[in-house]
Every structure is written in C-alpha cells, then in structure tokens.
C-alpha cells in the first residue's frame, strides 16, 4: 500500500474510535452496551496504530528514516490496550479506566491535535 492508501484506512479507523471513545467516557460504565462498543473501540485502536506504524513520518525527526516522533502514540496504543484490556477482564476497575483515559485522550485528542499542524494532510483539507 501507498502513503495515500494508509492514510485513508487510518482515518477510516480513528474517526469512528473518536466518536467511539467520546460515547464511552459519556455513557454509563459496566453495561452492555459499553462493553460492546469498548470492544469495537479496542479493536479500532490496534487497527489504527498498526496502520501508523506502516506510514512512515513525513515531518521532523525521523529514526532508520521512517519512525517519528508521532509514532511513539502507536507504541503507546499498542502497550495500552492490551493491559487496559486485561486489567478489566482481572476486575481491576481503577487501572482500566486510568488507561482507557491515557488512550484516548493521549492517543486521539493529543495526536490528533499533532494532524493538524502545517505540512500534514489534514491541515491542508481544513486550512490550506
């Protein structure tokens, strides 16, 4: 796949965990429906931070001329879902929701702040 085609299969991914993850920091924990979509949401999180680390960074910084700074939110994903993930299936409330607010707020509000800064495409849609 291209840089083009990563891009549209990360956005494809990490808008609907946008929407996702703001409905359940909203909504009421421990019910079905939030163990529903927190599944999907997990799911997308993996999926979106494997997408990344194929896109290699385009601005600033880069190591073996691919990773960026940006990249360290995928390893922070990739770390953080799984343990988020296993701390609720050990009935460890506190951890989870600690780390499924890190994720989305580090993950989505912060990186995707990082999108919208001049030279990346989503600067360019909304203000090039």
């Known amino acids: 796949m291209d840089y083009l085609q990563l891009m549209y299969l990360h956005l494809a991914t990490v808008v609907p965990s946008f929407f996702i993850g703001t409905v359940l920091l909203l909504i009421k924990k421990g019910t079905q429906i939030h163990k529903i979509f927190g599944r999907i949401y997990m799911i997308l999180m993996l999926f979106t931070a ?14 073996f001329n691919h990773f960026g700074w940006i990249h360290i939110f995928s390893f922070v994903v990739l770390y953080t879902v ?3 993930y296993f ?8 951890s989870h929701k600690r780390k499924m607010i890190l994720l989305y707020f580090g993950a989505l509000i912060i990186a995707g702040a990082f999108t919208f800064s001049p030279g990346r495409y989503l600067y360019g849609v909304f203000f090039g």
């Open 87 to 94: 701390a609720i299936k050990k009935g460890d409330v506190k």
């Open 50 to 63: 494997i997408i990344t680390l194929f896109m290699p960074a385009t601005i600033g910084f880069t190591v």
């Open 82 to 84: 799984p343990t988020a």
